[in-house]
């Protein structure tokens, strides 16, 4: 479907229905652009944990017995 077709079918529905379309669109669109930045940020954050040996130091105290002193 074209985007013109679209449009002149949206424009056909009552404006409740139109206002509830528009709403859903951005509402999309925004979860789609925060996935976007969250997956580049994750991309970016493993390309320096796998460079840099110094943010991962602690990772090899992840399986030793940990006691809570009290």
Do not use: C, G, W
């Amino acid at each position: 479907m074209k985007t013109t077709d679209l449009i002149k079918e949206i424009q056909k529905l009552p404006v409740r229905k139109r206002i509830y379309v528009i709403e859903r669109t951005i509402h999309l669109l925004r979860k789609q652009e925060e996935e976007s930045q969250m997956e580049k940020a994750a991309e970016t954050l493993h390309e320096e944990y796998r460079k840099d040996k110094e943010l991962t130091a602690f990772t090899n105290l992840d399986f030793e017995s940990f006691y809570e002193a009290r």
